[in-house]
């Protein structure tokens, strides 16, 4: 069983940072590919950035240069450092893992607005 906790969502303005993160108490976190994923209303889930067991990271087109993943093994914690918001980036996200079956979180809302 895997649990993910996100938090660190919020209200902030266009150019603005957040940094989201993703718990876990699973012994098994060194080995896990976890990914963001966001979701606004009306349309579908879609991959912001992952970071494989290995190290490697990859990312949305639409955030390369803004969004570092990040992720703390000791810490069993994944991390999404967000810059440069802007109000398109408003969407609940959250935090994604396979273990056997699909895992995610509960979610985290940010919103970029003045």
């Known amino acids: 069983q895997v649990q993910l906790v996100e938090s660190g969502g919020g209200l902030v303005q266009p150019g603005g940072s957040l940094r989201l993160s993703c718990v876990t108490s699973t012994n098994i976190f060194s080995r896990l590919d976890i990914s963001w994923y966001r979701q606004v209303p009306g349309k579908q889930r879609e991959l912001v950035a992952r970071?494989?067991?290995?190290?490697?990271?990859d990312y949305e087109d639409s955030v390369m240069g803004r969004f570092t993943i990040s992720r703390d093994n000791a810490k069993k914690t994944v991390y999404l450092q967000m810059n440069s918001l802007k109000p398109e980036d408003t969407a609940v996200y959250y935090c994604h893992t396979v273990w056997s079956r699909i895992y995610w979180g509960q979610g985290t809302q940010v919103t970029v607005s003045s």
């Open positions: 970071v494989f067991g290995t190290g490697r990271v």
